[in-house]
């Protein structure tokens, strides 16, 4: 059984930052890409913010973090980061991790099937 569990959320100010972790268990970490998710209060879907890939690390970000945030991980951690910096009031979100077997992996929430509890990060102005 695969489990995620992201941790490292919080309250920052505007133009703070954050580093998000997710530490992933029941599987061969280094064979998954982790790809990061969040939804704002009253969204219906989850957005895609970051990915890593499992082969050569390869990362990939959306239009709305790009430059902001960097992905990274450490396989001998089984943890995959998320440096959050020049945080706005719009990246408030509960922020999700999951992993897949794909390389590059997918940006539709509907390509995962493990989902952990996800991290609260509140950004304000």
């Known amino acids: 059984q695969v489990r995620v569990v992201e941790s490292g959320g919080g309250l920052v100010q505007a133009g703070g930052s954050l580093r998000l972790s997710c530490a992933a268990s029941g599987t061969t970490f280094s064979s998954y890409s982790i790809t990061w998710f969040r939804q704002t209060p009253g969204g219906k879907e989850r957005e895609f913010v970051a990915?890593?890939?499992?082969?050569?690390?390869?990362?990939y970000y959306a239009d709305s973090v790009k430059g902001r945030v960097t992905i990274s991980r450490d396989n001998t951690k089984n943890t995959v980061y998320l440096q959050m910096n020049s945080l706005k009031p719009d990246d408030t979100a509960v922020y999700y991790c999951t992993v897949s077997a794909l390389s590059p992996p997918p940006r539709l929430q509907e390509s995962y099937l493990y989902w952990g509890q996800g991290t609260q990060v509140t950004v304000s102005s």
């Open positions: 990915a890593i890939s499992w082969s050569h690390s390869n990362t």
